[in-house]
């Protein structure tokens, strides 16, 4: 069965440090996709990066990255130089083969940018 | 605009009182699915279809029906609500790809508050 694992429930980092979200998974699956989605205060989802289980180098889309390291099954977010706007919920999540269509979500970690 | 809604975004009603909350999207998305939203448990998900007619259960599929006549639409109904479905739902869609290509990222409808009394 395909597990997400988010360890940090809250975290709060001054504006302009940057940041990093940890996420661990399980799957016996050799093909799948790890996704992280943001969550502000007015509820939707936004999705913000993808890496895909052969993918060479580590994602990266403006000021996220995700560090990718396979062997440990990981896939923390990285985020640069952090801005207010950028307090809300983290969730990451992974979605295998086909044959299991769904995405699985870890319980999400509430980032806090103190100014 | 490529896009998911959902309707309502807010449902206040009482237990029993069958409601359906609609889905669309325009992206002509093969793969449509339903999350619910609770506190500490992340997103679940409820039902899913991977084309017109084809529908399944996730992992929480009990008192909520789904169906699939158009590519389009995915309205999920709950046909006696109970206070338990109090709830933030998502509907999401996307292509339907192997797991490890990129662009199978799912699209994410704004949400509906439902609390059942």
């Known amino acids: 069965a395909q597990k997400i694992t988010q360890t940090q429930p809250g975290m709060f980092v001054q504006e302009k440090e940057a940041v990093t979200l940890d996420c661990t998974y399980d799957?016996?699956?050799?093909?799948?996709?790890l996704f992280w989605y943001k969550q502000p205060s007015s509820g939707e989802m936004i999705f913000l990066i993808y890496q895909g289980s052969y993918d060479q180098q580590n994602a990266t889309e403006g000021r996220y990255s995700l560090n990718f390291q396979k062997a440990r099954k990981s896939a923390n977010l990285v985020i640069s130089a952090s801005q207010l706007g950028d307090s809300a919920m983290y969730f990451c999540?992974?979605?295998?083969?086909?044959?299991?269509?769904?995405?699985?979500f870890g319980q999400g970690t509430r980032l806090t940018i103190n100014p | 605009e490529a896009q998911v809604t959902q309707n309502p975004r807010y449902l206040i009603t009482v237990t029993g009182k069958k409601l359906t909350v609609t889905c669309s999207q325009n992206m002509n998305h093969e793969y449509m699915s339903w999350y619910r939203q609770d506190p500490g448990l992340g997103l679940r998900q409820i039902y899913y279809?991977?084309?017109?007619?084809?529908?399944d259960k996730g992992d929480v599929p009990e008192g909520y029906k789904v169906s699939r006549k158009e590519k389009r639409n995915f309205p999920l109904i709950l046909e006696s609500p109970s206070p338990n479905q109090t709830s933030l739902y998502f509907c999401?869609?996307?292509?339907?790809?192997?797991?490890?290509?990129?662009?199978?990222?799912?699209?994410f409808g704004p949400g509906t508050r439902l609390t059942v009394l």
């Open positions: 999540a992974m979605r295998a083969n086909p044959g299991a269509q769904k995405l699985v």
């Open positions: 279809s991977m084309n017109v007619e084809v529908t």
């Open positions: 799957t016996s699956d050799p093909s799948y996709g």
């Open positions: 999401a869609s996307s292509l339907r790809l192997a797991g490890h290509l990129r662009g199978n990222e799912q699209f």
